[in-house]
């Protein structure tokens, strides 16, 4: 069965400092690769989604950036967080082909920027 | 722009109550709607509907969608303080690249007061 882990599950981080949030896939090949951010009151908001292999599409503007260095491995970057970058950052995943596909989701990470 | 509105934002009921959540959409590329339970963490997947009026059934939860008024109900019925959490409501579409990407709704809270 297919498995999907993100970490760390929670951070606090100083404005300015770097970030990285990981996430890996396992019992799967080729899966889309998602990255979404749940701010308070708000809705799950894609942030990034991937196909392939460095293939890294980006939905919002931001100081975020994704990479996808391995085809089962999605990671979350910044290199200066700002304070509205707090909040729930979720891992997702889906197969690559389907008229319709369900999207599963990582543990989550809490991040919050002081 | 694609669009997900669910209503009501906020609900509270007794148990054993019944309860409809609803959710409608505008969105391009439709292929599918897709109903999630958030209670402390990731959002966990309940249903995935692509036809309409045909209902799908798990114990006490139902969902249908109608593709034609652009909109898809929750129904709970029996509730019970478990089932107290934020049910989100995903539209799939088909994005660049081959992708399939979820827009979420904001949610909707509901409370089960014993």
């Known amino acids: 069965s297919q498995t999907i882990h993100q970490w760390p599950a929670t951070l606090v981080q100083p404005v300015g400092s770097p970030l990285s949030l990981e996430c890996t896939v396992e019992?799967?090949?080729?899966?889309?690769l998602y990255w979404y951010r749940q701010a308070a009151g708000r809705g799950l908001q894609l942030l990034f989604y991937?196909?392939?292999?460095?293939?890294i599409s980006s939905e919002v503007p931001q100081n975020l950036s994704a990479s996808r260095p391995q085809d089962r491995q999605f990671i979350l970057s910044s290199k200066k967080l700002l304070l509205s970058d707090s909040g729930f950052y979720l891992c997702?995943?889906?197969?690559?082909?389907?008229?319709?596909?369900?999207?599963?989701f990582g543990e989550g990470s809490w991040l919050t920027v002081v | 722009e694609d669009k997900v509105v669910q209503s009501p934002l906020s609900l509270v009921v007794h148990e054993g109550d019944t309860v409809t959540l609803n959710c409608s959409y505008e969105?391009?590329?439709?292929?599918?709607l897709l109903w999630y339970k958030q209670e402390k963490k990731a959002p966990t997947f309940l249903f995935m509907l692509?036809?309409?009026?045909i209902e799908k059934k798990s114990g006490r939860l139902s969902s249908i969608l109608d593709k034609k008024e652009l909109s898809s109900i929750l129904n709970i019925t029996a509730t019970q303080t478990g089932d107290s959490a934020i049910y989100l409501c995903?539209?799939?579409?088909?994005?660049?690249?081959?992708?399939?990407?979820?827009?979420f709704g904001k949610g909707t809270k509901l409370s089960v007061i014993p």
């Open positions: 997702a995943w889906s197969h690559r082909r389907g008229p319709g596909n369900t999207i599963y």
């Open positions: 019992g799967t090949s080729n899966p889309n």
């Open positions: 991937s196909v392939g292999i460095g293939q």
């Open positions: 969105v391009t590329n439709f292929r599918s």
């Open positions: 692509t036809s309409s009026g």
């Open positions: 995903a539209v799939g579409v088909l994005g660049g690249a081959g992708s399939y990407q979820l827009t």
